[in-house]
């Protein structure tokens, strides 16, 4: 045999082609994975996006009866403790209230449940984010810094009336919400 054939040059062309590429990706995937990782630490450190660090359980058959959830107890409140709590439910397909006020600028912690499906929400543009499962209460404590108002969809796939469950969230001054709350009424903002 003589000098190397034109057929075997190209295949070892192309092996190093190959070769090439498949490192050029195996970096491309290393960074993606790293920022991905990175993504996860900031916004875990800084958005305090964290999973419900408490379980906390209660019968969803016995909600309508007696308890924290009974209907006159839901909605936004300052409790003994001088700390702002808006108590939910979601349901088949809708939250309870269907408005819900809280104030600006000061802490406000959601106290939720569901009755029925898993639902969950998520307050406009805000970090509040939330899955709402039977069985657990699930509790998160967040600040408003704009006033407005913000939809609140329910963002779980909890059936076929999944996409037309939502609330409204109207956030108000704190002065004005602390004028209204301090006469003692569970705030909410459904119009009657
Ligand atoms: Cu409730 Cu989707």
Redesign the pocket.
Known sequence: MNSVSPAHDSAAHSHGVALAAERRWSVIVAVIITLLVLMMIFTGLHWGAMPPSRVETINSRTLHLSGEFVENNLGTSIGADGKVVARLI?Q??SFEPQCIVVPAEMPVTFRGTSTD?V??FVVGTTNANVMLIPGFVATFTTTFKKTGEQLMP??????TG?EA?WARVQVIPPGEFMARANRGQRLNCVSR
């Open positions: 979601a088949q397909y499906a639902h969950g329910c963002h779980e796939y909890c059936g999944h469950m």
